[in-house]
Structure formats: C-alpha cells, structure tokens
C-alpha cells in the first residue's frame, strides 16, 4: 500500500527508486517512487501504486533506473570552523606523546584557539566551506556545528555567525551549538570557576538573546570542566531556553552521562569509558548516545564504547564525524559509517540509522527530518548501490549520484 495522501501535481517525482526509508529499519520499498510537493514528501510508495502516469502527476519526473535513495545525512556533531591544523601534533602523539599530555603543555584545543581568534570571518568562512561542500559530498543535508575554538566572547560569537552564514550559502541546514566550555582558556588557568562565571553570567544569556545557538554543549573531562561546573551550565542552559548536550566520558568515566540525562540531554557524545549505570541512565531519559568513530580512530584509542548494552536497552545510537581539527579531521560521512561497523560493529543498518533518524534525534529534529516520509523536508541522497549496506562497506569510494535538499538538486561543485 502507497502510505500517501493524493496530489494531482507534484513539483517532482522520482520513479524506478529503491527507497531507503529509514522508517522502522532501512524501511525499504523495492520499485518505488517519491513525489515532493513545497520543498516536502508528499507521496512514498510503490511505483504501481501511483494514481497515474508520472508526466501526469508531476512538473519534473525523473527516472532513477533502480539508484538507491536514502535520507540525506545528518551529520550531528561537528567543530569544523577553525583556524589552521594539528598536523605537527599528530606527528608526536605517533611518536608517542598522549592527546591529554599535548593539552596540558598548551598545545591541543588551546593552539587552535589561538589560530581561530586570528581569524577574520571570511577566512573562516572561506576555509569551513570547503569542509561543509567535503561533507555534502557524502551526503549530508543537515549539520550541527559546535563553537568552541574561541573561548571568549568575540571569537565564540564570530564562529557561531561564520556557522550562520554558511547556512546563508550552501543550500545545507546547519543547528548552531555553544561550546564555550570546550577548554579553560589560557586567560582563567588559574582560575576556571571564573570561566565558568562569565559562561553563565554574560555568554549564555547573550547567546540565548541574539539566537546564536539552540543549544549548549560542555566537554566534561579532567582536562577541561568538572562535574560541578558542567551542572551548573546546564542548568544556566535550561534557565535560558537552551537544550544541552555533552561530550561525556570521552578519555575517562566522570558521569557526565548521568549528568546530562537527568538534564533531558538531546546527546551524551563520545561515550568510550560510558559506565553501565550511565547506559541505564540514557535508557531512561530518551538521550541519544552519539558515537564518533572517526575520533575512536584517530587517537587510537582501545576502549570501546558499551555498544552491546546500549543495543540492549535501545538507547538510540547516532554517528557523526566529529569534525575538527585535534582529534577527527574527516570529511566524509562514508568513512564514518565505514568505520561504526567496522570498529564499533554496528550493522550497517544501526550506521545507516545512526546518520540518518537518530542524528535527527540528537538535534532535536527528528519530526521534521531524518527519514523518509509523508511531510517530513526532501531531503534525501541518491546512491550508485544496489543495497544501503553498501554505503557501510567501501573503504573510501563514493557511490553518490545526486544530493536533494528540500525537493531541488544541489550543485555538487
Ligand atoms: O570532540 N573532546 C573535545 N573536543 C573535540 C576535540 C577538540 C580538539 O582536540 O581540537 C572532540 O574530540
Ligand atoms: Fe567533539
């Protein structure tokens, strides 16, 4: 049956599709067809259920010869504005020197800080839109991007506009995430509880009053913000309106996890030294543990994140790149799917899931996006395969035909 509510014209119509809905599992239909109406789906189904020939139905038909369509990516945690790179850093920690040691000697997150306040707007702009267009290219439609390199008001602000205007250029939607409590800038060594003050007092308030962000985000680790610091920017987040959202137990168990959950977190990120009671807590709360293979990967780490426990207790589990410069500098969401089933092993249908509706979860969204159905934006991916378990297993091609954002193609550059 054609899950469909009837049009006579539709903007748009793809036909001869096998459709990865991503709606109850892969959600597929076999010989299907998509007809978008105002930038929106408005017709799912079989291509013999369709209430008559295609050119009657719709302004642009387009015949898919059995391509593969999945909703578009939703890459739901990302750094990619900054300034410069970590190359030489990457370079000792393969000679063995460890990602906190780099931190504590002043280099890591503190180094790209220092690059990005050097940073005008345009630059920025310039050098993350290539990153955004890399991402595209892999099939992302949506895309949160967390500020975080500039750690006080100038810079934070300058990265969460940079974000907006990358909206304003491609034809991409971008969530806007404040993460002033990335690291304690080198000016409150001494004293991070001022940091955390003027977090509070001065930045969330105004982020919250000029909309630069919908959401928080605090990286709660020995090398960054405590446990009773990242709570009370939480519940500074909630007091103005903001959701939260974590970078948990990403180098250490500190129950950022639990923290976060009792805070209706959308997202504890992350999540490799994630505790059993951690896991429950996520269960209960309705969080999506947002896993970062990418990041796994590049800092080599050996422990693993419980996937067996959070499976069990179905606690959404969503993927992203992680994009950034320290600990994940990718590009492409293939590699990121790639790299879930292979490291993490999830089934390519928990990665596909994981970029596509539990993404959508992560960021609050997931009723207007994230899977394929009636009224929901069209915004989806053509692929080159002949089943979605492909998209998990190359190492590195990339079967991408077509990206659509709200029924139109985009230009792929
Ligand atoms: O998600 N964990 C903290 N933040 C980033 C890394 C930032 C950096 O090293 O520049 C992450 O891994
Ligand atoms: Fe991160």
Redesign the pocket.
């Known amino acids: 049956m054609a899950k469909n509510m009837q049009e006579k014209f539709w903007d748009s119509l793809w036909t001869n599709a096998q459709i990865c809905t991503a709606e109850n599992g892969y959600g597929l239909i076999h010989a299907g067809a998509i007809a978008v109406k105002n930038g929106k789906f408005s017709w799912i189904g079989k291509m013999k259920e369709l209430p008559g020939n295609p050119h009657d139905l719709a302004i642009n038909v387009h015949d898919l010869c059995d391509k593969t369509i999945t909703p578009g990516f939703i890459d739901c945690h990302t750094?990619l504005i900054y300034g410069g790179n970590r190359a030489k850093e990457f370079e000792l920690r393969l000679q063995g020197v460890t990602y906190e040691e780099i931190a504590k000697q002043g280099g890591?997150?503190q180094s790209?800080v220092t690059a990005t306040r050097n940073m005008s707007h345009e630059e920025l702009l310039q050098q993350s839109l290539l990153r955004v267009k890399a991402l595209m290219q892999t099939g992302v439609t949506t895309i949160e991007i967390k500020s975080g390199y500039g750690l006080d008001w100038e810079t934070e602000a300058k990265i969460l506009q940079v974000a907006a205007m990358l909206e304003n250029d491609l034809p991409i939607t971008v969530k806007k995430t404040f993460l002033g409590a990335?690291s304690v800038p080198k000016e409150f060594k001494q004293d991070s509880d001022k940091y955390v003050d003027l977090i509070c007092e001065a930045m969330i308030p105004r982020i919250a009053k000029e909309k630069l962000a919908n959401a928080v985000d605090v990286?709660c680790e020995k090398i960054a913000f405590s446990l009773p610091q990242t709570k009370r920017i939480f519940a500074t987040a909630i007091q103005y309106g903001l959701a939260v959202k974590c970078?948990a137990e990403?180098l250490s168990d500190s129950g950022a996890a639990k923290l976060a959950a009792s805070f209706h977190a959308l997202s504890v990120d992350?999540l490799e030294y994630l505790s059993v009671e951690g896991v429950h807590a996520l269960a209960e709360s309705g969080t999506v543990a947002v896993l970062?293979p990418a990041?796994f990967y590049f800092l080599r780490e050996k422990k693993l994140p419980p996937i067996d426990l959070l499976r069990q207790l179905h606690v959404p589990m969503a993927l992203a790149s992680?994009c950034?410069?320290?600990?994940?500098p990718t590009t492409s969401m293939l590699l990121v799917l790639n790299m879930a089933c292979t490291l993490f092993s999830l089934t390519p249908e928990e990665a596909l899931l994981g970029v596509t509706i539990h993404a959508a979860k992560a960021l609050g969204i997931q009723q207007t996006h994230g899977s394929i159905s009636i009224d929901k934006t069209a915004d989806f991916a053509i692929w080159d395969v002949t089943h979605p378990a492909e998209l998990a297993y190359y190492v590195g091609y990339n079967p991408l035909c077509s990206l659509i954002k709200e029924g139109k193609f985009v230009n792929l550059f």
Not at 324 to 328: A, C, I, L
């Open positions: 750094h890591g997150i790209t990335h990286f970078h990403q992350h970062l990041a992680d950034n410069p320290g600990t994940s």
